[in-house]
């Protein structure tokens, strides 16, 4: 019978995952182009006349975001600059910095003059709401009397 005396740490997938992604992150940025320093996890959605689009940005700033609206196509933008005090010794970095932008093209036409966007807690949340023509519209079915 095999019996194990001593367990062994196994790191965790999650650190395994990032740590792979900053290998390739080192590869992709030491080539002509630079890959993106990160890009926040996003979710989009359709509610009832309209898209959301809700990104994770914990310590952005209104200021260091920016949302532009072309036709059926929504642009993300951000930058995070590290915060290390002057004469501190950095001796773990685990927050990414630096810009991301993301772009999804819609399905639906959008109405570009009322989309909204808020900065709560962290998360971004974008409501584009759909135009009259891209919306549903129900017919009323009407007999025919003769």
């Given at each position: 019978?095999?019996?194990?005396?001593?367990?062994?740490?196994?790191?965790?997938?999650?650190?395994?995952?990032?740590?792979?992604?900053?290998?390739?992150?080192?590869?992709?940025?030491s080539?002509?182009?630079?890959?993106?320093?990160?890009?926040?996890?996003?979710?989009?959605w359709?509610?009832?006349?309209?898209?959301?689009?809700?990104?994770?940005?914990?310590?952005?700033?209104?200021?260091?975001?920016?949302?532009?609206?072309?036709?059926?196509?929504?642009?993300?933008?951000?930058?995070?600059?590290?915060a290390?005090?002057e004469n501190?010794?950095?001796?773990?970095?685990?927050?990414?910095?630096?810009?991301?932008?993301?772009?999804?093209?819609?399905?639906?036409?959008?109405?570009?003059?009322?989309?909204?966007?808020?900065?709560?807690?962290?998360?971004?949340?974008?409501?584009?709401?759909?135009?009259?023509?891209?919306?549903?519209?129900?017919?009323?079915?009407?007999?025919?009397?003769?």
């Amino acid at each position: 019978m095999l019996v194990f005396n001593r367990v062994q740490h196994i790191p965790s997938f999650g650190r395994l995952h990032r740590e792979f992604n900053e290998l390739f992150d080192s590869f992709a940025s030491s080539g002509a182009a630079a890959a993106p320093a990160f890009a926040p996890a996003m979710n989009v959605w359709e509610d009832e006349g309209h898209y959301v689009i809700e990104a994770d940005v914990p310590g952005f700033r209104m200021t260091d975001i920016e949302v532009s609206v072309l036709g059926d196509e929504v642009t993300i933008k951000g930058a995070r600059t590290g915060a290390t005090p002057e004469n501190a010794t950095l001796l773990r970095r685990e927050r990414r910095d630096g810009e991301f932008e993301r772009t999804f093209t819609l399905p639906k036409a959008l109405a570009s003059d009322k989309v909204e966007a808020t900065l709560n807690d962290g998360v971004l949340r974008v409501t584009l709401p759909l135009t009259p023509e891209a919306q549903p519209r129900r017919i009323e079915v009407k007999t025919n009397t003769n």
